[in-house]
């Protein structure tokens, strides 16, 4: 029926297959001048940090993937309503972080 169903589906399954749908459309009129990755990392209510889950370790071993990157696209969004998209521009919940200090 052209409608995605479950969890996730309005704030990362669907931005995620527009951005795509996006991208392809351009592309298909040949009106795409760079490369665009999708790098889709769906393991978040894992219970597994980052490191654990391996996202770290993939991005670490192909950061040619960003060469010349221009501009990164989050698609963790929800829809305010049935006609106005939110526009990330920062993000909340759970910080994986780690910090070196020395000196």
Same mark, same amino acid.
């Given at each position: 029926d052209?409608?995605?169903?479950? +969890?996730?589906?309005? %704030?990362?399954?669907?931005?995620?297959?527009?951005?795509a749908?996006?991208? +392809?459309? *351009?592309?298909q +009129?040949?009106? !795409? &001048? /760079?490369? *665009?990755? =999708?790098?889709?990392?769906?393991? &978040? &209510?894992?219970?597994l940090?980052? $490191?654990? +889950?391996? =996202?770290?370790?993939?991005v670490e071993?192909?950061?040619?993937w960003f060469?010349?990157?221009?501009?990164?696209?989050?698609?963790?969004?929800?829809w305010? %309503?049935?006609? /106005? $998209?939110? !526009? /990330?521009y920062?993000?909340?919940g *759970?910080? %994986?972080a780690e910090?070196?200090v020395?000196?």
């Amino acid at each position: 029926d052209g409608y995605l169903y479950g +969890r996730g589906a309005s %704030d990362n399954k669907g931005p995620i297959l527009a951005a795509a749908l996006a991208a +392809r459309a *351009v592309q298909q +009129r040949g009106e !795409l &001048e /760079t490369d *665009v990755v =999708f790098i889709i990392e769906g393991e &978040e &209510e894992s219970g597994l940090s980052l $490191p654990q +889950r391996g =996202f770290p370790a993939v991005v670490e071993a192909n950061l040619h993937w960003f060469r010349g990157c221009r501009g990164i696209l989050i698609c963790n969004n929800y829809w305010i %309503d049935d006609a /106005t $998209p939110c !526009l /990330t521009y920062g993000m909340r919940g *759970v910080i %994986d972080a780690e910090i070196w200090v020395s000196g």
